[in-house]
């Protein structure tokens, strides 16, 4: 599913200062009915149990450092990315976690700078994401990604050897 205008309404809908801090991002997200959601990192519970609420066949959190199972999760949600520094390992986790066509939203401080989203951007772009998409939204910015790549092959473990 890719971002499009209907996303853009839904975030305008939205007033920038609203007694649900998370409303903007779950406007994010977009529709989970039937999907399976991967939390990454602190602040993800009430996240998680808005994405429940919101027709997730599941909801899982992990924190940032827990290791995902490969291809568990339609949806990756990052609420709550506070340095450019994290950002290289939430997103190879996400990467790992999401099925083929994922997507992954994540949530940073509004940096004046912009520096911290264009590092994001980055980081998504090598990881494979495609999509990327920002909104700055009063003091915190929105970065959307889906991703393109098909999931390598498991082959069990046996690798070609020459003899």
């Known amino acids: 599913m890719l971002l499009s205008r209907a996303l853009a309404a839904r975030l305008d809908a939205c007033p920038l200062v609203d007694a649900d801090p998370d409303a903007k991002l779950l406007a994010c997200i977009g529709e989970v009915g039937g999907e399976r959601a991967l939390v990454l990192g602190r602040g993800g519970l009430d996240v998680m149990c808005a994405l429940i609420g919101a027709g997730a066949r599941e909801a899982t959190g992990l924190c940032r450092n827990d290791r995902p199972k490969p291809a568990s999760a339609d949806v990756v949600v990052v609420p709550n990315l506070a340095t450019a520094d994290l950002a290289p390992g939430v997103v190879g ?25 264009r590092s994001v951007n980055r980081v998504l772009r090598l990881h494979g994401f495609a999509g990327v998409r920002q909104y700055r939204i009063g003091m915190q910015t929105l970065v959307t990604a889906q991703l393109t790549l098909a999931p390598a092959p498991d082959d069990g473990g046996s690798h070609a050897t020459r003899t």
């Open 93 to 117: 986790h996400a990467k790992r976690a999401l099925a083929t066509a994922g997507r992954i939203v994540l949530r940073c401080p509004a940096d004046p700078s912009g520096r911290l989203a």
